[in-house]
């Protein structure tokens, strides 16, 4: 069995699995539990400073948006940071810490954008023997109106100058969490680097309005008839996460900095697919949300059997393995091509890449008396709908056509070099090709 | 189990009251809301569905289930009722498993196709139950129409005709409307005096008028129903009952299948329902199947249905055999009455195996029976019929016999399986043929 321990800038886990800041982490009773199912790691529900706490609304806190069977594939949230007294959750952190010192805790924390306020907390913090604290600076909704959370996640200059404090103040790895409600996440991130940051985790949740009612016109979730946008998280988040990671991981100015990975990690394939992207490890809440904590069970095995399969022994092997295949839609190989090939034993001639294609696409598919469904080389463009559209997996497949071979669509033979739109003749502004 | 099962001769009462009313509760329960979203999720939303095809009437299935699985029931039995104004009673009669479900593309990936009939209950049970009638009768034609029969066909062609403002008069045999729907299907199939409550939800369109118990021969004559109407669609089924050709046939005990199962259908008390220990049901049809199983959650001890040639070529589905044999019928294939034993009333029939070519193999079968029912087929009644083929009305494809101004459909007409849902295609069909005749 492959070996899961994580060493995440310089924290040690027996396995990448953490929870995020989050609702499971808000008291010592969960995250108790958590560490009995089997959590790597938690990362405890943002403290904010001492004094009265805030204070959460009194009707739902989440909404959802759902697939088939009422499967939860977004959920929004407007909870707050943790609505209990400053001290109450330093002790429990301590106690828990000590009971189980090979688990890591990191604290998530929220304070005004002052200097004197993380000077005051970071102390307190440090006392805990926690291993190390999270800045929240993602949370989307009621801090950020305050001057807290997304309202610092979106002026770099603040992350850099929070980061800064918190090094100076704080002895343990820092780590920035960053909002994705931005239009380019390598400008935070460069940021939290600048200012000393050990790693950024992301995403945090994004603005989002799950449901309107069509009765009471209100957004869900409604509050007394009045609905406010709420952070989406969940599996529908994951490809906007993930693409946030890689820009973070490929990026000069950015590459390098560990990052823990955060948006819809829900099963054992989602985490491998985000630490291939370049994150150290994972952090789930939606998931545990839905299906309580037993599910890391699941995440653990899947993930260690797939790395056997692969002779993978540590995080560490494949680690950040996608990265260099990450890149610019005008390096994409102009002369790889594709047609779709249908197999004609798996169809079952429900028709809807025939649809699909027939009146959204190429009119690449042609449909026999007898239901037969079959690609037309000569207008496939390889777009792959008909794969996406297709129920059965592996029915529909894009076949690579061999160079030498004349594409029928365009009448030209495959080239077997390499060549992008940087030197394409339609390019108006492409460079010659050395 | 009372010990009355025991008790041979035919007997009512051998259940307790619990027990009959389980016996006879609904066959397939109706799915609750959520049960309908989960199955209408499964649907492909295939492109030119084979379901559609599939269907005699050509409900447009992909969209009514659409429809379901985006909350909106009412447009999904829209869609459904246009199509096929029996849609209720279809979705409980339907043998889905050979016709839409047989072809839903999940039937062939996975082997158990999205539950349309059930969805198809869901949604016109939605509407029905709401007594809405969600299609407006258009302005009067002037024109009158008789239609013969009050079954599926008697009643989808008088629908339409109504709908498109034709006045139209239902003549029937029986004291009630519904036809076989009324008189004919299994009870477990259509609990709750449902095909009534279908009729009186029909017949909201306006314009239709009954008279009961007037039918050809009784009163009425082709040639009196074309001078007084503008038209005339027959849809009088198959009233005569083929005899079984046995020696003793008419001792005490044997009956036809089809008078039990009205009888079932109308009586108020089923434990007043007298019935066989031994029962032996001949025939391989639906109606086979709905005597034979019926027989057993009656309180018959032994239910034996015997049928002349193989499985294969039985009427009746695969499905119904499979909830023939889990009800504890008797399947015996291969075999042909040849005498009915007793002294006045049957105390055992006698039957000789067949080869697939019907041809008698010598070997003989006793089987002991106080009751025996016939299911041997129906015919065709009535004298001065429009031209037949075979032993049914001559049609063309849209219902029109071989004497001008009368049209015909269902299981009288020639053309199609005898289902509920062929007949409601065909009396649709020639109600549209007639409107067009009665408005060029």
Redesign the interface.
């Known amino acids: 069995m492959a070996d899961l321990t994580t060493d995440f800038i310089g924290i040690k886990t027996p396995n990448p699995f953490w929870l995020a800041s989050a609702p499971p982490t808000d008291k010592e009773y969960n995250v108790r539990r958590a560490f009995e199912a089997g959590w790597g790691g938690v990362v405890w529900k943002t403290l904010g400073s001492e004094g009265p706490p805030v204070v959460n609304v009194n009707g739902p806190r989440y909404g959802a948006i759902y697939g ?2 009422r499967r939860l594939l977004g959920l929004n949230n407007i909870e707050l940071i943790t609505d209990r007294d400053l001290f109450t959750n330093l002790e429990e952190i301590k106690r828990v810490k000590a009971d189980y010192p090979d688990r890591a805790i990191i604290v998530s924390i929220m304070v005004p954008c002052e200097e004197e306020a993380w000077k005051a907390i970071l102390p307190l913090v440090e006392d805990t023997g926690a291993d190390g604290i999270e800045l929240n600076f993602g949370c989307p909704h009621g801090m950020s109106e305050r001057g807290m959370g997304a309202a610092v996640g979106q002026v770099p200059e603040y992350i850099e100058m929070v980061t800064r404090w918190c090094k100076q103040y704080y002895s343990k790895p820092v780590i920035v969490k960053l909002t994705p409600n931005i239009t380019d996440i390598r400008k935070p991130a460069a940021a939290a680097k600048a200012g000393g940051a050990d790693a950024v985790s992301l995403i945090n949740t994004i603005n989002s309005i799950t449901s309107v009612n069509l009765d009471t016109m209100s957004p869900e979730p409604s509050i007394d008839g009045k609905g406010s946008h709420g952070g989406y998280c969940g599996p529908a988040v994951k490809p906007i996460a993930m693409s946030m990671v890689s820009e973070i991981a490929r990026d000069p100015e950015t590459r390098g900095i560990p990052i823990s990975g955060i948006g819809g990690v829900t099963t054992w394939r989602d985490a491998a697919e985000f630490i291939t992207l370049g994150c150290g490890n994972v952090q789930v809440c939606t998931a545990a949300m839905t299906y309580g904590f037993k599910i890391v069970q699941e995440m653990i095995s899947g993930l260690s059997d797939w790395m056997d399969s692969k002779g993978h022994t540590s995080i560490e092997d494949f680690k950040g393995a996608a990265v260099p295949n990450v890149t610019d839609w005008n390096q994409l190989n102009l002369n790889y091509i594709a047609k779709a090939k249908i197999d004609q034993d798996l169809c ?5 890449c ?2 699909a294609c027939e009146d959204t696409s190429h009119q690449a598919i042609a ?1 026999s008396e007898n ?1 037969t469904f079959s690609v037309i080389d000569a207008e496939c463009v390889a777009c792959n709908l008909c794969v996406n559209v297709c ?2 997996e592996n029915c529909i497949t894009m076949e690579a056509m061999a160079p030498g071979a004349t594409d029928p669509r365009t009448g030209k033979v495959v080239q077997p070099d390499y060549a992008n739109w940087t030197t394409h003749p339609n390019n108006p502004s492409a460079t010659a090709a050395e | 189990m009372t010990s009355d099962v025991f008790e041979p001769g035919i007997q009512s009462g051998r259940l307790s009251p619990a027990e009959y009313q389980a016996q006879f509760s609904d066959l397939h329960p109706p799915l609750d809301r959520h049960e309908a ?2 199955a209408a ?2 649907c ?7 379901c559609i095809t599939a269907c005699p009437t050509d409900i447009d299935i992909p969209l009514f289930i659409r429809q379901i699985a985006t909350g909106t029931p009412d447009a999904a039995a829209k869609t459904i009722l246009s199509q096929n104004i029996m849609g209720g009673m279809c979705a409980r009669v339907c043998p889905t498993e050979t016709l839409c479900e047989q072809a839903c ?2 039937e ?2 996975e082997g158990k196709p999205v539950l349309i009939g059930q969805l198809q209950r869901f949604a016109t049970d939605h509407l029905q139950a709401q007594g809405v009638h969600p299609f407006v009768r258009a302005a009067s034609t002037g024109k009158t129409v008789a239609v013969v029969g009050a079954g599926p066909a008697g009643l989808s062609c008088a629908h339409r005709l109504a709908m498109l403002g034709h006045d139209v008069v239902i003549h029937d045999a029986r004291p009630k409307p519904g036809g076989l729907n009324e008189y004919g299907i299994a009870a477990y199939k259509t609990p709750g005096g449902f095909a009534q409550a279908e009729v009186d939800w029909l017949m909201q369109i306006g314009g239709i008028s009954f008279r009961h118990e007037s039918a050809l021969g009784r009163g009425l004559t082709l040639e009196t129903l074309k001078a007084e109407y503008d038209a005339v669609f027959l849809g009088v089924g198959l009233g005569g009952v083929n005899a079984l050709g046995a020696e003793g046939e008419d001792k005490q005990g044997v009956s036809d299948a089809v008078d039990f199962i009205a009888g079932l259908r109308q009586a108020s008390d089923l434990a007043a329902l007298p019935i066989g220990r031994d029962v032996v049901v001949i025939g391989g049809g639906m109606t086979a199947v709905d005597a034979a199983v019926q027989a057993r959650l009656l309180g018959a001890l032994n239910v034996t249905l015997v049928y002349r040639r193989g499985r294969d070529r039985m009427n009746a589905s695969v499905f119904e055999q499979d909830l023939a044999a889990s009800k504890g019928v008797r399947i015996v294939t291969h075999a042909v009455p040849v005498a009915v034993h007793g002294n006045g009333a049957v105390r055992e029939i006698e039957f000789e195996y067949v080869d697939d070519a019907m041809k008698g193999t010598g070997q003989m079968l006793k089987l002991p029976a106080d009751q025996v029912f016939k299911a041997i087929g129906q015919t065709l009644e009535g004298e001065g019929m429009p031209e037949l083929d075979g032993r049914k009305i001559r049609v063309d494809g849209t219902g029109r016999t071989s004497v001008a101004g009368i049209w015909a459909g269902g299981d009288c007409a020639s053309g199609g399986d005898d289902l509920t849902v062929t007949a409601v295609a065909e009396g649709r069909d020639a109600a549209m043929d007639i409107h067009m005749a009665l408005t060029k």
């Open positions: 088939a069977d079952i001639s429900c028709g809807r025939f649809a449909m239901r129920p059965v | 979203l989960v999720d499964r492909y939303f295939c492109h030119d569905a084979p593309v999940r062939k990936a």
